[in-house]
C-alpha cells in the first residue's frame, strides 16, 4: 500500500485564553499540517507546534523541512515499512523535531487506518484512562483562584500551575489553593527553569504539606550536574522537561545518580511517536514515572501523545490540555474528555476528521 500523495500546509488556530509563562506571553498558535494519502484513498494526518525556545526550531524551519523536494523520499513508499520510513525521518530532519513529529503522526495515523486499528491498540493498549492537568499561567493570587475554580467547577481533577518567577508567591499560590479547595484536586507546578537550586528545595520544604506532585524542570536545562546534587526525595519528585529532547538525554539522567524521577515527554521535543516510546523505554528500565505533556497542538498531536502515553506502562501523568483553549482547529473527535478525564477513541488511527 504505497503513499501516493504528501499535502503539507500551515494555519494559526488561535488561543481564547492568552497566558503567561517564565520567559514569554503566548496568544497565538501557528501549527504546521502533513496530509499523507495512500494509493488506496486512506489519509493520514499529523501536526506540529515547535518549541523555539527549548529545541531551537521555530515554524519556519518545520515548514522548510516539509517541502515537496524534502519528502519525495516517501512518495511511493509502502506503509507497511513503517519503521523504515520513522528511521529514515528522523534521520533526514535531525535539527526540527517538530516536522518529526508531523511526518511521523501522519504515517501511524496512516498506517493503523490501514490496519483498522486504533494507534494505542497497535502500540500496546496499559491505560484506559486518565485524569489531564489543566494549566495555570503566571498570575497572581487572587487570577490563579479564580482560574482554579473555573477548572474544578468544569471537573478537572490535577492542575498545573506555572510558576518561576517569584518563589514567594508561588509558595502563596499553592498554599491558597489547598486552603480554598482542600484535596479535591492534585497540584503539579512547572517552573520553566526559573528558580535556583536553593529556591528549588526552599520550594519542596514548605510545600511538602500541600501535597505537590511535581516540579517541572525547576533549574536551566543544561544545570544536569546540578539537579543531581540536590536531595533525592527532591530530585525524586521533579520531572524534566527542557532537559530531555531524545533518548540520548534520557540516558543521561538515568546516569548515577538519577537526577530526576519523572520524564516529562513531548512529541514536538522528541520527534514524534517512535521517538517518545524509546524515551518511555529508558524510563521503564529505570523505574522512571512518565509525565506526557505538550505545546498548543492541535487535537491531531494531542490524540497522538494521548495514545502513545496510554501504551507506556510507566505513565503516571498527563498534561495533554494544549487544544482546550484553540479558537478553531482543522479536526474533530480524537481524544474523549468527560470531567477532566481523557481516554482515545476507538476509532482507526487516531481517530480525527478533518474540518473542511
Not at 494519502?37 to 518549541?51: E, F, K, M, Q, V
Not at 524542570?217 to 543544561?222: H, V
Request: aromatic content about 6%.
Amino acid at each position: 500500500m504505497q503513499i501516493k500523495n504528501i499535502t503539507v500546509w500551515q494555519a494559526d488556530l488561535g488561543n481564547t485564553k492568552p497566558y503567561t509563562i517564565a520567559f514569554k506571553t503566548v496568544d497565538e498558535v501557528l501549527n504546521a499540517f502533513v496530509e499523507i494519502t495512500l494509493t488506496n484513498g486512506i489519509t493520514g494526518i499529523g501536526a506540529a507546534n515547535p518549541s523555539e525556545y527549548v529545541t531551537g526550531e521555530h515554524l519556519d524551519m518545520t515548514m522548510a523541512s516539509l517541502t515537496e523536494a524534502n519528502l519525495e523520499f516517501l512518495k511511493g513508499r509502502d506503509i507497511r515499512e513503517i519503521n523504515q520510513l520513522l528511521f529514515e525521518v528522523t534521520m533526514k530532519f535531525p535539527k526540527t523535531p517538530a516536522a518529526r513529529a508531523a511526518l511521523d503522526i501522519a504515517l501511524h495515523d496512516a498506517f493503523c487506518k490501514y490496519l483498522g486499528v486504533p494507534i494505542v491498540k497497535y502500540l500496546g493498549q496499559k491505560i484506559k484512562s486518565m485524569p489531564t492537568s489543566n494549566t495555570i499561567g503566571i498570575k497572581n493570587v487572587e487570577e490563579t483562584l479564580k482560574e482554579t475554580d473555573e477548572y474544578i467547577k468544569k471537573g478537572f481533577k490535577a492542575i498545573k500551575v506555572k510558576t518561576g518567577k517569584n518563589v514567594e508567591e508561588d509558595i502563596e499560590r499553592i498554599a491558597k489553593m489547598r486552603e480554598k479547595h482542600g484535596r479535591k484536586m492534585a497540584i503539579r507546578v512547572d517552573a520553566n527553569q526559573g528558580y535556583t537550586a536553593e529556591q528549588t528545595v526552599e520550594f519542596y520544604n514548605r510545600t511538602r504539606s500541600l501535597e505537590v506532585e511535581l516540579i517541572e524542570q525547576p533549574l536551566p536545562a543544561k544545570a544536569v550536574a546540578e539537579i543531581r546534587k540536590l536531595p533525592e526525595a527532591v530530585r525524586n519528585i521533579i520531572a524534566a522537561d527542557e532537559s530531555l529532547l531524545s533518548p540520548k538525554d534520557a540516558l543521561e539522567l538515568v546516569k548515577p545518580p538519577r537526577a530526576v524521577g519523572i520524564f516529562n515527554i513531548k512529541l514536538m521535543k522528541c520527534g514524534g511517536i517512535g521517538q517518545g516510546l524509546q524515551i518511555a523505554n529508558i524510563g521503564y528500565q529505570e523505574g522512571v514515572d512518565l509525565f506526557w505533556g505538550c505545546n498548543d497542538e492541535s487535537i491531531i498531536s494531542i490524540t497522538a501523545g494521548l495514545h502513545v502515553a496510554f501504551a507506556c506502562p510507566n505513565t503516571k501523568y498527563i498534561d495533554l490540555d494544549g487544544s482546550l483553549d484553540l479558537a478553531k482547529d482543522v479536526v474533530k473527535g480524537g481524544f474523549i474528555l468527560e470531567d477532566g478525564i481523557m481516554r482515545p477513541s476507538d476509532k482507526p488511527g487516531l481517530g480525527v476528521e478533518r474540518i473542511h
